[in-house]
Nanobody
Framework: QLQLLESGGGLVQAGGSLRLSCAAS????????MGWFRQVPGKEREFVAV????????FYADSVKGRFTISRDNAKNMVYLQMNSLKPEDTALYYC????????????????????WGQGTQVTVSS
């Protein structure tokens, strides 16, 4: 099991940038796929991005592709989400999530497949 703690959220104008961080504590961080999800009130939590345990493969939601970049530092047990060209519709509570990969290459954007979650960090983009 991993414990996850997000930081880096805040208020930014449209077109601006933010970098979210997720600090993980626990064993075998490098065996986990690490993802970011987001949620606005009244809507389901949605997939944003994931970086695989091998640190070589990433996937993005179409809505953020080309603007957001996910990365990880296995030596520091950290995951990052660099968000550029932010839009008001990016406003949400952003969650860090972890999925024990078991050493298998498998892409999933389903919440139920991620067993570890942080508390979330709020991102607000003003127009």
């Amino acid at each position: 099991q991993l414990q996850l703690l997000e930081s880096g959220g805040g208020l930014v104008q449209a077109g601006g940038s933010l970098r979210l961080s997720c600090a993980a504590s626990g064993r075998s961080f490098s065996s986990y796929d690490m993802g970011w999800f987001r949620q606005v009130p009244g809507k389901e939590r949605e997939f944003v991005a994931v970086v695989w345990w091998n640190d070589l493969t990433t996937f993005y939601a179409d809505s953020v592709k080309g603007r957001f970049t996910i990365s990880r530092d296995n030596a520091k047990n950290m995951v990052y989400l660099q968000m550029n060209s932010l839009k008001p519709e990016d406003t949400a509570l952003y969650y860090c999530a972890a999925r024990n990969s078991g050493g298998i290459y498998y892409f999933t954007k389903l919440m139920r497949d991620y067993g570890n979650w942080g508390q979330g960090t709020q991102v607000t983009v003003s127009s």
